[in-house]
Every structure is written in structure tokens, then in C-alpha cells.
């Protein structure tokens, strides 16, 4: 692989922030330490305005075009200048609590945007999943090395997808670059498609459990008002047999029928 290739499949310097606070950074000094410019300066310059407001984001800007990057020669070659375009990516994401957690990347801007995404949401999982809440020293410096090997493993696989196409001029690179960017958006399409469908299905399986909880409170509320209908009519039935009964046998303890009077004995007359 030429250098140039090399280039432009390489992250030259990548951090982690949380808010204001710089957590974990990655620096290729093969390639940073032949800049003309002062690149920390510059992303921390562009940090700040990137995070003057609080959002979940994945963007990225340009910080400087045509940066000389000095290379030494090899195999008796004379040293050469390479220009190349610095392009700043970053991935906000902001937390329930109001934490602002900020990764950026310094690559060439020929770099594919698709595959830096795809490793700054690589890297964003593996620390909410694994390191977020943890203080721990051990830890932190263990998400430093676990980070470099992302972005290690990351460019291996470019470069390796790459080589296997074959390319050797510049045009083919560009040619190759633009059906690789295609292919990437394709996968990466294909993944948000999947995520949406397991989403769905998801939100399916939580309204089907909300819709049999509310069928199951549906029927007791109707359980409830039959038999307080039932007890209702009841009441109003018993009520009238009881007034009709009484007119009877007297209100209101039916006394005439109850405990009726004894019959008077007729008064014989003397002679």
C-alpha cells in the first residue's frame, strides 16, 4: 500500500470528552508529528464550539485545506511535502443527566465519512456500555488501549478492503472510494432497516401487553357495573314487592299480617 493510501485510511488523532473535559485521546504520531500545524490546537479550538450546544449530533467540518505533512524518504528516496486536507468528524451524544459526551476524530478528508461514523459509534457503545459508570483508574486507562484498538482495527479493515480491490492510480482510489462509500451506506442502511424492524417490533410487543392490560381492566369495569346493575334492579324489584305487600298488611313492619288482632267474642244478652 503507497503512502498516500496509507493517508487517507488513517485516524491521525482522535479524544473523548465528557462536557469540557477531556477523558481519553488517540495520537498516530506517525502522521501528527509531520504536521506543519499545531492539530491540538486546532481541535480543541473546534471542540469548543462544537460543543456550545447541548445535542446528539454526528457531524463533521473542515479545519484547515491544503496542511504540508513532511515525510522521509525510504529506500534512498529524497524527502518529500504531501499536502493534505484535514477534516475534523465528531459524534455528540447528550445523557439523560444532561452530560454532553463528545468523540472527534482528525482524518484526511478523503477519508471514507460512512466508516469514521460507523468507528465513533463503535467507540460511543463500548463506553456507555463498559465504561460510563465507572470511575475506576483501571478502567479508564483500559478504555484508552480498548479505543486505540478500535481505531486500529478499524483502518486494518479499510485498508484491507482496499487492497482487495485492486486499485493503483489515483482515479481507481477515487473510483474505488466512491463504490466503497455506496457499499458502506448500503450495510449501514441495511443495519438502521434491521434496528427500525427490531424497533417496531418492540413497540408491537409493548402495545400488545398494553392492550391486554387495558382489555383486562375493561372487562372488570364491566364485570363491576353489571353486578352493580344487577344489585340496582334487584333493590328497585324488592322495593316495590315491599310497598305492594305492605298496602296490604299495613306499613311499614306489615302489622296486619304479621301479627293480625285477635277476632272480638260476640256479648250474649241476659233474660
Not at 501528527?32 to 471542540?47: A, F, P
Not at 474505488?176 to 434496528?195: A, V
Amino acid at each position: 500500500m503507497s503512502l498516500e493510501q496509507e493517508l487517507d485510511s488513517s485516524v491521525y488523532y482522535a479524544a473523548l470528552s465528557l462536557n469540557s473535559t477531556t477523558l481519553y485521546t488517540y495520537d498516530n504520531v506517525n502522521f501528527t508529528s509531520k504536521l506543519n500545524v499545531n492539530y491540538s490546537e486546532l481541535v480543541s479550538k473546534n471542540l469548543g464550539v462544537i460543543n456550545s450546544v447541548q445535542e446528539t449530533r454526528i457531524n463533521s467540518l473542515k479545519l484547515a485545506d491544503n496542511v504540508v505533512m513532511g515525510v522521509t524518504g525510504s529506500h534512498g528516496t529524497s524527502p518529500r511535502n504531501i499536502l493534505t486536507n484535514l477534516m475534523l468528524y465528531y459524534h455528540k451524544k447528550l445523557m439523560k443527566n444532561n452530560n454532553l459526551i463528545t468523540i472527534v476524530a482528525l482524518c484526511n478528508d478523503r477519508m471514507l465519512d460512512r466508516f469514521v461514523y460507523n468507528l465513533m459509534e463503535k467507540i460511543m457503545e463500548e463506553y456507555l456500555t463498559h465504561f460510563y459508570q465507572t470511575e475506576d483508574g483501571a478502567l479508564s486507562y483500559e478504555f484508552k488501549n480498548r479505543m486505540r484498538d478500535l481505531i486500529v482495527d478499524h483502518e486494518l479493515k479499510l485498508r484491507q478492503l482496499t487492497a482487495n480491490y485492486g486499485a493503483t492510480t489515483t482515479h481507481e482510489l477515487d473510483e474505488i472510494r466512491d463504490l466503497m462509500s455506496e457499499n458502506i451506506d448500503r450495510i449501514l442502511n441495511r443495519g438502521e432497516n434491521l434496528n427500525s424492524l427490531i424497533n417496531k417490533t418492540s413497540n408491537l410487543n409493548s402495545s400488545a401487553g398494553s392492550f391486554r392490560r387495558r382489555t383486562v381492566m375493561v372487562k372488570r369495569k364491566i364485570w363491576w357495573s353489571n353486578i352493580k346493575f344487577i344489585v340496582l334492579v334487584s333493590t328497585v324489584v324488592l322495593f316495590v314487592i315491599y310497598l305492594f305487600v305492605g298496602l296490604e298488611c299495613g306499613l311499614p313492619f306489615y302489622t296486619k299480617c304479621l301479627h293480625p288482632s285477635k277476632p272480638s267474642q260476640p256479648h250474649q244478652k241476659t233474660i
